[in-house]
Structure formats: C-alpha cells, structure tokens
C-alpha cells in the first residue's frame, strides 16, 4: 500500500495518527505495543510530534515497548547513534521507563553484540514467534534500508535474526535486524520524504527483482502489511 502526501508536515502527521492507531489495536488485541523505531533526522520529526501537546496522551506509552532495527557501532552517547537521537527526542520527553526500553548495546564485538540483541528478543517473545507489532523503516539514496546495504552478505541471512557486519561503503560496523526478522512483522512502515529519495523508491517498487543492488525489495512481509508513506517529491518517479 502506497500513502501519498503532499508536504511532509502533512506526512509526518499521517504517519503519527498511523502510529497511534497500531499502538491502539495492539494494546486491544494483547496487552503492549512492540514497536521497532528507525534512526535518521526523518524519523526524529516522527517522535516529535508523537511528544506533542496533541499526540502525546493519544497512547498508552507504559505499555509500548520499544527495539532498534539497526544501530551504528559507537557509544551510546555519541552523536551518531540511534539511541541518542530517540532518547532526545522521544523517551526522555515522555519519560519513558527504561524497563520498555531494548536498546542495542554496542559496547561488545558486533557480532556478540547481535547474538545478544537477538536473545533479547527472544526472551521478550518468549521463545514464541518474533513478529513486531510496528517495524519503521527509511531508505537511503542507495536503495539500502535498516544497515541491509547493497552487496553484503547480510541479504541472503535466511537464519539469524540480527546480524552485526561491517560496510564498507560507510567504513563502519552496524547492527541490524535481518530481512526475515522485518518480514515477520504485523505492520511494517516506511517513512521516505523528498526528492532525493525518488529513485530509490522507484528502483523498489517499479524495477526488477535485485536485491544486490536494491535491498530494500526483500521487505516483503509474510503475514503482515507494507505502507509506504512517501510526499510528493518522494513518489514523482512512480
């Protein structure tokens, strides 16, 4: 499913009463939200506006719990992780428990550090099936989404859930969740705004298959839904 907006104010908000509206039926249908956030200045605007005066008191934040689909192998308090950004913007302003809170500890090798992550989500699963209730995902300018980066051996993981690897294409070590850990979703959600982003989004979802070059095309959820939510500069190539 494709949502179109014309601005990304106006995508941003969508995305927002989207968010609100899958915590809502979660917390319905099994008591919790387990929602899988992204990293990026995209997704900042997103935790925003979920701590404003008008999003804030729409969910029942004690009862979301919230994982990292990738991280970027530095301290926890360096400006380029994930979880500083979504601690900034979104956990410390609604003063989120740390006990909802399942971040990835970088602090390891990242391959212990992924072996550990994935125990996590297990232990939070309870050795059931995996499947998050919300998976946020942007795109890069090169087709790459969560640290899946084109021409890497993690593309074909058809095993382990999160995987740490290095890329050589950003000179860095990162741990991500793996294409069948996403697929395994209830819902999953890309957030992609402007134009630099227009032909990535028409090499996923208007060219062959080929996932070497575009890796993002391996979301493709099993049970779960896939919404796009792209403005208009985002989505003129479509």
């Not at 029942?60 to 308090?77: C, I, L, M, Q």
């Not at 919300?134 to 058809?158: Q, R, W």
């Not at 991500?176 to 028409?202: D, E, H, M, W």
């Not at 890796?215 to 479509?238: N, S």
């Amino acid at each position: 499913m494709i949502k179109r907006y014309d601005t990304p104010d106006l995508l941003i908000a969508g995305l927002a009463e989207f968010v609100v509206a899958t915590a809502k039926e979660s917390i319905k249908r099994h008591g919790r939200f387990d929602f899988v956030l992204s990293g990026g200045s995209s997704p900042k605007r997103l935790y925003e506006l979920l701590t404003s005066a008008d999003y804030r008191d729409k969910i029942a934040w004690k009862k979301v719990f919230f994982f990292f689909g990738d991280e970027r192998n530095v301290p926890s308090d360096h400006p380029d992780s994930n979880y500083l950004m979504v601690k900034r913007s979104l956990f410390e302003p609604l003063s989120i428990d740390t006990k909802q809170i399942f971040p990835i500890d970088t602090s390891h090798a990242p391959e212990q550090v992924a072996e550990e992550y994935e125990n996590e989500i297990k232990a939070h699963f309870k050795n059931d099936k995996c499947s998050f209730d919300l998976i946020l995902l942007g795109l890069g300018d090169n087709s790459h989404t969560a640290s899946l980066f084109p021409h890497t051996e993690v593309l074909h993981e058809t095993k382990a859930l999160v995987k740490g690897l290095f890329i050589p294409e950003v000179n860095m070590y990162r741990i991500t969740f793996t294409a069948p850990l996403i697929n395994a979703a209830r819902k999953i959600a890309f957030l992609v705004y402007g134009a630099s982003k227009a032909i990535a989004v028409k090499h996923i979802l208007k060219d062959n298959r080929n996932i070497e070059i575009y890796p993002a095309q391996l979301i493709e959820p099993v049970d779960g839904e896939l919404i796009w939510f792209l403005d208009e500069a985002a989505a003129k190539q479509l």
